[in-house]
C-alpha cells in the first residue's frame, strides 16, 4: 500500500540511492543475488547473537540495499523480464529465511508459519489472477504489502530488543500473520470480482 501511494516519493529516494551501484557497473541481478546475501547474513548473525534489535537494524539496511535492484535496472537499462521473475522468487525466500530465523530465536514456530504462510498467500492471491486475467503491477494497493511486511517487523524487533517485553513478539508475530492473511482476503476479493467481470464478457460471445 505504501509503495502504491507514495510512489512518487519513494522512487527518487531509490533512484539517488542505486546511482552509485550503477555507475560500478553493477548488474540488476547481481544487487538482487547480493541482497540476500545480505539477508541471509543478517539472519545467521541474529541465530548467534540473539539479539532483536540488532538484527532489525541490519535487517533494516539489508533490505534498504535489496529494494535497489529495480532502480539499477532502470538506470543501466537492463530491465528483463527474467530479471523481474528473479527478483520475485528472492523476496519469497528472503521472507522465508527471516521468519525461519525469528521462529528458531523465540520458539515461536507457530506463529512464524502462520505468518509466512499469509506473506505467500498474499503473492499468489495476485499471481494467480495474473494467469487468468491481465493484472496491473500497480493498481493492487493493499493493506499489508511487502514493504509494509518489511518495515513491520523491523519496528517490531528493534521495539521488542529495547523494551524487554516478553509479549512484544509473539503478539507482534501473531499481529502480522493476521495482517497478512487478511491482506491475502482482500487480494482474494479482488481477483474473484476482476475474473467474475472476464467471465461474464466472455459469455455473450459463447452464446453467439
Same mark, same amino acid.
Request: proline content about 3%.
Given at each position: ?7 512518487? =516519493? ?7 540511492? !542505486? %546511482? ?11 544487487? &538482487?543475488?547480493? $541482497? ?10 541474529? /541465530? ?8 532489525? /537494524? &541490519? ?17 543501466? $537499462? ?11 522468487? =528472492? ?21 512464524? /508459519? ?7 498467500? &498474499? ?31 523491523? =519496528?517490531?524487533?528493534?521495539?521488542? @530488543? =529495547?523494551? @524487554? ?16 492473511? /487478511? &491482506?491475502?482476503?482482500?487480494?482474494? !476479493? %479482488? ?18
Amino acid at each position: 500500500m505504501i509503495d502504491g501511494l507514495m510512489k512518487d =516519493v519513494i522512487d527518487p529516494m531509490w533512484e539517488r540511492l !542505486a %546511482r552509485p551501484l550503477a555507475r560500478a557497473g553493477m548488474t540488476p541481478n547481481q544487487v &538482487t543475488a547480493l $541482497g540476500l546475501g545480505l539477508i541471509a547474513l543478517a539472519s545467521g548473525a541474529y /541465530l548467534w547473537h540473539g539479539s532483536h534489535w540488532i538484527f532489525g /537494524l &541490519t535487517l533494516a539496511a539489508a533490505f534498504v540495499f535489496d529494494a535497489l535492484d529495480g532502480a539499477v535496472a532502470r538506470q543501466t $537499462g537492463l530491465s528483463s523480464k527474467l530479471g523481474g521473475y528473479f527478483d520475485a522468487m =528472492v523476496d519469497r525466500y528472503q521472507e522465508l529465511i527471516v521468519l525461519l530465523a525469528i521462529g528458531f530465536v523465540t520458539g515461536l514456530w507457530l506463529l512464524a /508459519l502462520l505468518a509466512f504462510s499469509g506473506a505467500m498467500l &498474499t503473492s499468489y492471491a495476485k499471481a494467480r489472477a495474473a494467469i487468468e486475467v491481465p493484472v496491473s503491477n500497480t493498481d493492487w494497493p493493499d493493506l499489508f504489502e511487502r514493504l509494509e511486511r518489511i518495515i513491520y517487523l523491523c =519496528v517490531l524487533l528493534v521495539l521488542a @530488543g =529495547v523494551t @524487554g517485553w516478553d509479549w512484544a513478539m509473539p503478539a507482534g508475530l501473531a499481529l502480522y500473520a493476521g495482517l497478512c492473511h /487478511l &491482506t491475502a482476503l482482500q487480494r482474494a !476479493a %479482488r481477483a474473484a470480482r476482476l475474473l467474475r467481470a472476464a467471465d461474464a464478457a466472455r459469455a455473450p460471445d459463447q452464446a453467439g
